[in-house]
């Protein structure tokens, strides 16, 4: 990965298999950890990209490195195959793994948010972490919940690297969050 700071921006790019490049264009999104960017230059198995400070405030990026490893996925296209949950690379913020218990195949991971966000985050709902959909496991007002990772899971992305107090981009459920606002805003309007 090559990586270059500005003020308020960061330069980076990322090489990528021949199969990530097929039909790849400039103007085209991708995911980098769960953050949807745009892709800005190729050339040969590099691709660029632009972060801008907002995007730098609100996720992983900013700590990006020569040698830091990255989730990558395209975006899907009409007709192709959803093996999951609609994800966006619509960031809200971070977390951060605040407990890592490894038994067996399987590892467990507790991810500490801010409590505003618990009210969409759900026991056996969804939530996007560093751009893959997992299912939540339990959950508490406070400001955390479990995520229970299968082996493939850890084989096909990154999170079996993340350790305790390393950050992790979280995008909500935006079905979930439309419908809990419209709930509490029908609601409060209710009340009043």
């Not at 995911?31 to 400070?53: L, N, P």
């Not at 009210?119 to 339990?138: C, H, N, P, Q, W």
């Amino acid at each position: 990965m090559d990586v270059e700071r500005q003020p308020g921006l960061l330069r980076y790019a990322v090489a990528l298999p021949d199969a990530l490049r097929d039909g790849l264009e400039i103007g085209a999104s991708v995911s980098i950890d769960g953050v949807c960017q745009t892709v800005t230059t190729i050339e040969g198995d590099r691709v660029h990209f632009d972060a801008i400070e907002e995007t730098l405030r609100l996720t992983t990026l900013d700590a990006l490195h020569p040698d830091k490893l990255v989730a990558v996925e395209r975006s899907a296209r009409v007709g192709d195959e959803i093996g999951g949950h609609d994800v966006a690379g619509h960031v809200i913020g971070t977390g951060t793994i605040a407990e890592r218990l490894t038994e067996g195949g399987q590892c467990g991971l507790r991810i500490s948010v801010s409590s505003e966000w618990m009210r969409y985050i759900l026991a056996k709902g969804f939530i996007a972490i560093d751009g893959s959909s997992l299912t939540v496991g339990e959950r508490d007002d406070r400001g955390w919940f479990w995520l229970h990772l299968i082996p493939e899971t850890l084989r096909l992305t990154n999170l079996g690297r993340k350790d305790v107090g390393e950050s992790v981009n979280i995008e909500l459920d935006s079905r979930t969050v439309a419908i809990v606002d419209t709930v509490e805003r029908v609601l409060a309007s209710r009340a009043s």
